[in-house]
């Protein structure tokens, strides 16, 4: 089976155990093995490593920087196991309640700051 890791996981919308939306696959992390070839190990879920596409500096500076005062855990790239991730339809699904992580901390923030202070929201 010909696998085009790039083409088939890059981008890809995530889903948790209940349909909830958790980000999109921001990177790939593979796993270097003497005299193997290299291991799909994690994907990242973060807007540090998706800004990191196009300036690593701004990302792992400015924006890492803002992404710590969103709460614990946060201000590094979220990684989830690639053993955590199935194939379902046009998305994948990760075996966890994304509320149980710190993915969808911009997401709070958001809410809780800026859009239930809209009236109507």
């Not at 085009?4 to 909830?20: C, G, R, S, T, W």
């Not at 990242?44 to 005062?69: K, W």
């Amino acid at each position: 089976m010909k696998f085009a890791l790039v083409a088939e996981v890059l981008d890809e919308q995530l889903k948790d155990i209940h349909e909830v939306n958790a980000g999109r696959v921001d990177g790939i992390v593979l796993e270097l093995r003497d005299g193997k070839p290299p291991k799909l190990a994690y994907v990242e879920v973060s807007p540090i490593t998706m800004l990191s596409r196009f300036s690593r500096r701004f990302a792992r500076g400015f924006a890492a920087r803002i992404d710590r005062r969103l709460g614990p855990d946060r201000g590094v790239p979220f990684r989830l196991p690639w053993t955590r991730l199935s194939r379902e339809g046009t998305s994948l699904r990760v075996d966890l309640d994304v509320r149980s992580t710190p993915i969808m901390a911009f997401e709070d923030w958001l809410d809780a700051h800026i859009l239930s202070h809209i009236p109507g929201a």
